[in-house]
């Protein structure tokens, strides 16, 4: 099982990014799927999810209404859509996955949840 997180780079404040992380060696279907963001010297922290069926998500406080979670089960891929960023947005990015059972309608964003994680993907957003 791989996850890799791609994407990332410099972009100035307000503007965007498209982060992916493509899945190999199992499909994403019916598995949670989310992004977490290390920034220098702070733990990990999550950031948004989506559910194992995709129609359902949760998005913390602090990027709800500029990020947005999707996935492409064609190409075993999920993506985080990053608007008007901010310079407190700089971290490294990083997804993950884990298999919820019958709790296909839900996600979570605690890292105890995840079994599988991709390595980060930088993204620096300067003022």
């Known amino acids: 099982v791989q996850l890799q997180a791609s994407g990332g780079g410099l972009v100035q404040a307000g503007g965007s990014l498209r982060l992916s992380c493509e899945v190999s060696?199992?499909?994403?279907?019916?598995?949670?799927v989310g992004w977490f963001r290390q920034a220098p010297g702070k733990e990990r922290e999550g950031i948004i999810c989506?559910?194992?069926?995709?129609?359902?998500?949760y998005s913390i406080s602090s990027v709800k209404g500029r990020f947005t979670i999707s996935r492409d089960s064609a190409k075993n891929t999920v993506y985080l859509h990053m608007t008007g960023l901010k310079p407190e947005d700089t971290a490294t990015y990083h997804c993950?996955?884990?298999?919820?059972?019958?709790?296909?309608?839900?996600?979570?964003?605690?890292?105890?949840?995840?079994?599988?994680w991709g390595q980060g993907t930088l993204v620096t957003v300067s003022s």
């Open positions: 993950a996955t884990y298999y919820p059972g019958r709790e296909v309608e839900a996600c979570g964003i605690s890292n105890r949840l995840y079994d599988y």
């Open positions: 060696g199992f499909t994403l279907d019916n598995n949670v």
């Open positions: 989506s559910s194992a069926r995709g129609t359902k998500t």
